[in-house]
């Protein structure tokens, strides 16, 4: 989230991530949303046209399984990211 008047923005992460399921760098990266919870494990849904992706305590994203867990039992206590400047292609070019 990003509030342009302030240049201050709030990371997504853990909510949303993207690459996590990217095996080559000519594959072009999927970006996943967090969307339940069940039973203790987590899935996220793919905002393209893929499949989901599971996030269990003990798999591949365990760490990010312990962010959610932790985020489930209070709020996190993120940093702003401040000064950002964000420039349009258009002005990129120029």
Do not use: C
């Not at 342009?4 to 999927?30: K, T």
């Not at 494990?41 to 393209?48: G, L, N, P, R, W």
């Amino acid at each position: 989230m990003v509030n342009f008047a302030s240049a201050r923005a709030l990371p997504l992460s853990p909510l949303y991530f993207w690459g996590l399921n990217r095996s080559s760098v000519r594959e072009e990266p999927d970006m996943f949303e967090f969307d339940t919870e069940k039973n203790g494990a987590f899935s996220y849904k793919s905002t393209q046209f893929s499949e989901g992706l599971p996030v269990v305590k003990d798999g591949d994203f365990s760490g990010i399984h312990s962010l959610l867990t932790d985020m489930r039992i209070a709020d996190l206590n993120v940093e702003p990211i401040d000064d950002i400047r964000l420039i349009s292609y258009e002005d990129e070019e120029q």
